[in-house]
């Protein structure tokens, strides 16, 4: 059992998949994760079903994506049933580390944490009028400062004192880079991009368009406001990134570094200002995809992935790098070679009218090419070359609903050649998916 390596995961809060790596569309100075790529293999495409924070964590921990595990929405429980990641590993004998933000039902000292440190709701200062300034009564002193660095600061501790005859696994939940972005400024580019995608409002009405995280600026986007926006959320990724080092540093100069298995990723993604968008709360690339990057032993080294992966892909994953047997999930152990032909996700939102149920706004499909989106308030629908347009700018489908434009200078093109058939064959696939995993919308 002490040859089993250790396993540090860290989830960051709203971190895009593009702003690792030397392909990155964001002034990022992040040396840490840059090196953690270069001794790791990245995987590219990998998704979360319901790109919002609840659901997101609720697919790491149990390894079933939401319409199986029970979570799409805040506040909704885990199914009962289905063992968490934290059990599993607790029980084949490792130490279990939780810190930081837990977002799930419950407290994680009652899901399979040995050591539950500085949890975030356990703050004393509420979240809306501090953000990332927090406090924790610790051996009977306040203790309080950055999130991000008061986080860091406990997993080293807990690190250091986790008990030498047992593997750890040690769950780092950041609270960054999610909006406030209250970096210090001397972690701020010296200004911020534009994306190519740049539009002053979204082209349709996706069904959610009016959600918390899209009023974090008015409409229509300015496009100094959306560089200023861009700008403060970069400066959160290299904060993260410098604090993230020092754990890193830790690990090497203890000689840990070489017995630990370190995952990087995120609970989804987040738009920050492309298709003129802010929140996550949509199937575009920026939202739905996330970073995911592993390293340590056994694992090689520069190498970048660009099959399909899954948030449900990390309990298998872990189990077999910990050379134990995994329970049933959703997923795949990346370790073998495994493929998937396509991925569906969607996303749901609260009615307007407290007394209804949720609403089922967006559904897609996407393949190593192609992306389809669906959005059943409207029946409007979109087809993506993610090959040939990896902004994703040109719906393929727009000639049927140009309507659905509004007139801020956008010409939506022509239907392409093969556009219909395409979107057919992939909505097909995403019924049947939907059919068979228990999606409310195909009942």
């Known amino acids: 059992m002490p040859d089993r390596p250790n396993i540090l995961f860290l989830i960051m809060d709203d971190q895009r998949p593009d702003t690792l790596g030397p392909d990155s569309r964001f002034p990022v100075h992040t040396p840490n994760l840059d090196r953690l790529c270069a001794e790791g293999t990245r995987f590219d495409r990998h998704y979360v079903t319901t790109p919002i924070c609840t659901p997101g964590r609720a697919e790491v921990l149990t390894g079933h994506h939401s319409y199986r595990n029970g979570v799409r929405w805040f506040g909704q429980p885990i199914k009962a049933d289905l063992p968490l ?40 200062l509420p979240y809306g009028e501090h953000g990332h300034t927090m406090e924790w009564e610790e051996e009977g002193q306040m203790t309080q400062g950055h999130s991000t660095e008061m986080f860091c600061d406990a997993a080293i501790q807990e690190i250091k004192t986790a008990p030498e005859n047992k593997p750890w696994f040690c769950y780092l939940a950041l609270h960054s880079p999610h909006d406030p972005f209250q970096a ?8 911020g991009t534009l994306p190519d995608n740049f539009m002053p409002i979204y082209p349709w009405d996706n069904g959610d368009l009016t959600i918390r995280d899209e009023l ?47 995952v990087f990723t995120s609970d989804h993604g987040l738009a920050v200002g492309d298709h003129g968008l802010l929140g996550k709360e949509n199937m575009h690339e920026h939202s739905c995809r996330v970073p995911f990057v592993v390293c340590g032993p056994g694992i090689q080294a520069g190498r970048v992935e660009t099959q399909l992966t899954h948030h449900t892909d990390f309990m298998p994953t872990l189990c077999h790098l910990a050379g134990m047997e ?13 493929s998937r032909d396509f991925i569906c996700c969607g996303f749901t939102s609260p009615d307007p009218n407290p007394q209804k149920p949720l609403r089922e706004t967006q559904r897609m499909a996407v393949t190593g090419q192609w992306k389809y989106i669906w959005y059943p308030q409207s029946n409007h629908r979109a087809l993506y070359d993610l090959e ?53 919308l195909f009942k």
């Open 216 to 262: 974090l600026l008015p409409f229509p986007r300015k496009p100094e406001a959306v560089r200023e926006y861009r700008s403060r959320y970069a400066g959160m990724i290299q904060h993260h990134d410098h604090h993230l080092g020092r754990i890193f540093e830790h690990l090497r100069s203890t000689g840990e570094w070489d017995r630990t298995i370190v």
């Open 85 to 124: 990641l934290p059990h599993v590993l607790q029980s084949a004998g490792y130490h279990t580390i939780h810190v930081g933000k837990w977002h799930n039902d419950g407290h994680p000292r009652d899901k399979g944490f040995d050591c539950v440190r500085r949890a975030m709701h356990d703050s004393r």
């Open 184 to 191: 210090p400024d001397e972690f701020l580019p010296d200004a």
């Open 388 to 440: 040939g347009d990896p902004n994703e700018t040109d719906n393929l489908l727009s000639g049927w609903r140009q309507t659905d434009y509004p007139l801020y200078g956008y010409t939506p093109p022509e239907t392409a050649p093969d556009a219909k058939s395409i979107a057919d064959e992939l909505h097909s696939r995403l019924c049947d998916w939907g059919r068979k995993n228990g999606d409310p």
């Open 326 to 338: 995994a329970p049933v999930t959703d997923g795949l152990n990346l370790a073998r070679k495994h």
